[in-house]
């Protein structure tokens, strides 16, 4: 699965563009224990499902979910921002999760990290195909419509 940027990782994640997003470690107990829950969410209830595989392999990179949770060369960053409407984002293979975000707990953090995985893979910024993945992505049950349509791009603010 990928990676967690922790102090002990000594992972330099990208530095930010002028007011972009920051990638962080995790130094806040609570929030890495709230990613960590997500990440479980998805190790037990979305790796190796078949509709989430396909969806993502339809994606321009071209690779199932299960090959991307297991790139070891992905880190997962931290992001202190609490601007609203702001998850998370990604460069290169470098995924970072708002405070925004880990605040609402670690279903939304599952979804904001299917989300900027599917960007990883290849998703343009600014269509809706990170969102639609999602969907693929997320069993029933676990779907909450009012995330999902909070994760939709905010394009004048450049979110992605
Ligand atoms: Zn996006």
């Known amino acids: 699965m990928p990676r967690i940027n922790t102090p002990n990782s000594k992972h330099n994640g990208p530095a930010p563009l002028a007011g972009g997003h920051q990638y962080l ?22 790796y190796g499902d078949a509709r ?9 990179a071209g690779r ?13 960053n931290f992001d202190p921002s609490r601007q609203y409407g702001d998850y998370g984002a990604k460069r290169g293979n470098d995924i ?3 405070a925004f975000s880990l605040e609402m707990g670690r279903w939304t953090v599952a979804a904001t990290l299917i989300h900027e995985l599917a960007h990883v893979n290849g998703a343009p910024g600014n269509t809706h195909q990170a969102e639609a993945t999602l969907q693929n992505c997320l069993l029933p049950g676990l779907e909450d419509p009012t995330i999902i349509g909070k994760l939709l791009h905010s394009t004048n603010a450049g979110f992605a």
Do not use: E
Not at 30 to 41: E, M, N, P, R, V
């Open 25 to 46: 470690p995790y130094t806040d107990a609570l929030f890495l224990t709230t990613l960590q829950s997500a990440i479980h969410i998805i190790d037990t209830r979305i």
């Open 52 to 60: 989430c595989d396909k969806a993502f392999k339809a994606l321009p």
């Open 64 to 76: 199932t979910f299960a090959q991307i949770w297991m790139d070891i060369s992905i880190w997962i």
């Open 96 to 98: 970072t999760i708002t």
